[in-house]
């Protein structure tokens, strides 16, 4: 078969290597009308510009955002880190202050100034300011009162609604273990049957749905995992289970990745999806597991770098779903993100690269739990175990309820 | 007509948005959102209880459907000034329909419904928007409350198995099959595994690239063992010659995993082997490096015991060996 000599793979150490699947190229050769593929080049100084300007003016078309600016910052801010451009000092502190204006008094991040506490907000918020990694940004976090947050969303059945009087599902306890954990304010009784009910979202598919009995679906698979991780308890997990859905979800003509079984090829999931590589990759270490690549990803990282850069990309900037779509942040960060896990193998001690196209398309790496570089976690981590874990006033939650003079303290569900 | 020309409401002063002085993520609100939101938050901030504020989160919503602070507030004013929940149920509805894709949205419902104590119109409804997407996921998600919280079971396996046929491989129907099924009868009973298993090899043969199907079918078999259900084994290798697809190459492969597992035998570890090899290098290559973990899986796990025995090394003082000892 031929090889367009345009597709090599540029890797360390130096081994070219041909795609194995031709099915694979006979998508890329009718997707792309030019006869032969060109090396694919990621388009930095588009994707810049476009950041760049986002990051202070976003068109009326962001009113639907309107309750996720926290988000918007973090999709941003995390694109451009991975792009290795550096965040100006004065932008830095405009950001630091906006999500000041954000916080809410009585704990937890909301979608934007004078808006209630949510934990998708929260989770973005923590996760900007973490990016920022300066004095101001952690100084902005008032931990007591995040804790007081945490308490108000829990639920006796170990799960946490999104937001008082809001809904469940799987992400809410991502959220509350990533922020928890960042900050330094995690406690045992904190996430107290949050691991049992985590798994119940394991189905018969090997994935994990949004609340237990739903289909298996990318998004919440990888905040289940994720969260169980953080907790320390992702063992508990049907890991095999698992894995054999994941890399199930990597589609063979486009190379990138589905959300759920039988449908359509989108973007975002290289990082749900893929990102859960990583995380299994570390789940089965932890296991003994001796026959793990020392190189590679359980999941085909040309194919999924080739979907991205070939379909994924926009001419002016940002990238997108699939190709049709319009660009957002929410797609530029999270295809942008999966490049990175698809360039980057292992962790801090075993580190091998697969660059597909030139140098320059490499990206930072990303920590696979958090989804920030790995030194702006460790520096976060640092910075905050200095500090003491705060007292849990659980009293001023917003569905506390403290019983009889034993102290038992009993959470109400919160019905709104 | 904008709020701030509204006689009706020249009482109440505007409250401008707090982004700053130096905004980031500034969006460029039109004249009518900014009208409208500068409202809210005057309302928010009095924590007014009137019509006037429950007739404007309306206006609100349909700027910013996704605005949950402006969802609770509705929520607060229904109550408080006790509403037509029946009215609210016919908005949500027409909301619904307009953007179905939106959490609050069906979270508002599942609060009318809790309130009303009635979930009489919620089947009928539900089945129209999965008639318009049959796989969003919020609606699958409400419909799974609905059923589960007021034993609406009855009725479902039938409507499952009308979306099956309309399509096979609608994956979000194979999962409410599974819903269905594991809340009712359950899959313990011989006559229902076996219907099960029957109407999944049905389903194969119409259409044998339908991953769906082949995932349903591990999926009630693993708990109890793939190769426990007699004769199972023997039909998907004849399927292998007419229908082969990656799906029925995989399910061999867990077919003799689980063979395996009771029973380590060379022959069986020899062609589970051969299957991961043949998935690996050209069945299904995009997934090369997992076929080749699993092969190397299996080959660590269940190596002959002859084999070791063989080569004159206690199978015990072999995994030392191994292990750097």
Known sequence: PVVPSGLLLCCRPAAVKPRAAMQHYRFLLILLPCVCLPRPTLLREQHYQYLKKGLRHLSD?????????????????????LLEEPIPAAVASDVC??????QSPTGGFAG??????HLAPTYAAVNALCIIGTEEAYNVIDREKLLDFLWSVKQPDGSFVMHVGGEVDVRSAYCAASVASLTNILTPKLFEDTPSWILRCQNWEGGLGGVPGLE????????????????GK??????????????SRQMRFEGGFQGRCNKLVDGCYSFWQAGLLPLLHRAFFKEGESQLSRQRWMFEQQALQEYILLCCQNPAGGLLDKPGKSRDFYHTCYCLSGLSIAQHFGNVDLHHELILGKEENRLAPTHPVYNICPEKVAQALQHFHQLPVPEADQRHGASSWVGPATGFRVQMFNGG | MFYRDRKEWADLEPVPQDDGPNPVVKIAYSEKFSDVYDY???????????????????????????????????????????????????????????????????????????????????LEFIADILSQDAKNYHAWQHRQWVIQEYKLWDNELEFVEKLLEEDVRNNSVWNQRHFVI??????????????????????IRKAPHNESAWNYLKGILQDRGMSSHPGLLEQVLELKETHCSPYLLAFLVDCYEDALENNNQKETLNRALEVCEYLAQEKDTIR?????FLQRSLESRFECIDVLLCQGISPLLKSDIKNGV
């Not at chain 2, 090369?288 to 080749?292: F, G, N, Q, R, S």
Request: with cysteine; hydrophobic share 40%.
């Open chain 1, 234 to 247: 992702e063992h508990m997990l049907d890991l095999k289970a698992l894995l054999r859905w994941v890399v």
């Open chain 2, 182 to 203: 594991s809340h009712t009868t359950g899959y313990s009973s011989p006559a229902i595994l076996d219907r099960e298993v029957q109407y999944c090899l049905n389903q």
């Open chain 2, 40 to 122: 809210f938050r005057a309302l928010l901030k009095k924590d007014e209880r009137s019509d006037r504020a429950f007739a404007l989160t309306a206006e609100a919503i349909e700027l910013n459907a996704a605005n949950y602070t402006v969802w609770h507030y509705r929520r607060v004013l229904l109550q408080a000034l006790q509403k037509d929940l029946r009215e609210e149920m016919r908005y949500i509805t027409d909301i619904i329909e307009e953007q179905p894709k939106n959490y609050q949205v069906w979270h508002h419902r599942r609060m009318v419904v809790e309130w009303l104590n009635d979930p009489s119109e919620e």
């Open chain 1, 112 to 117: 934007g100034p004078g808006q209630h506490a």
């Open chain 1, 97 to 102: 202050q906006f999500l000041a204006r954000c």
């Open chain 1, 61 to 81: 078309s962001y009113e639907c955002l309107d309750a996720s600016r926290p988000w918007l910052c973090y999709w941003i801010l995390h694109s451009l880190e």
């Open chain 1, 216 to 231: 298996a679906h990318g998004g919440y698979t990888f905040c289940g995992t994720a969260a169980l991780v953080i907790l």
């Open chain 2, 288 to 292: 090369k490096e997992y076929w080749l």
